[in-house]
């Protein structure tokens, strides 16, 4: 796929992620902003895992078996979607960084 960057994105890029190549600068970016959300998702778990004094697999098994406290009231069933649905991208994020950040396989003749 061929994308066209404006001079000042290209100035930019390199400033922000000086790399040999403009595409190794797109997805050094790209990598950061994977990362910067994947902290900000691990800071939401975190609050409902102090919320429910739990992690979410173990809250999920409660919760199945009827064990959770007024299971439910409107918040403690928005928190239980919220939770299940930031652990499932919590999940998604951790395989996009680790495909971005693996090296390229190289060819026979040493290219990438």
Do not use: C, K
């Amino acid at each position: 796929m061929q994308v066209q960057l404006s001079e000042r994105a290209q100035r930019v890029l390199r400033r922000l992620q000086p790399a040999a190549d403009l595409a190794s600068s797109i997805e050094a970016v790209t990598l950061d902003a994977l990362r910067l959300r994947l902290r900000e998702v691990a800071d939401q778990l975190g609050m409902f895992e102090a919320r429910y004094g739990r992690a979410f697999e173990q809250f999920a098994a409660d919760w199945n078996a009827g064990r959770v406290a007024d299971r439910f009231a409107h918040r403690v069933e928005r928190d239980f979607m919220e939770w299940e649905a930031l652990t499932m991208e919590r999940r998604e994020l951790l395989d996009l960084i680790r495909e971005l950040a693996a090296p390229l396989p190289r060819r026979a003749d040493g290219s990438i």
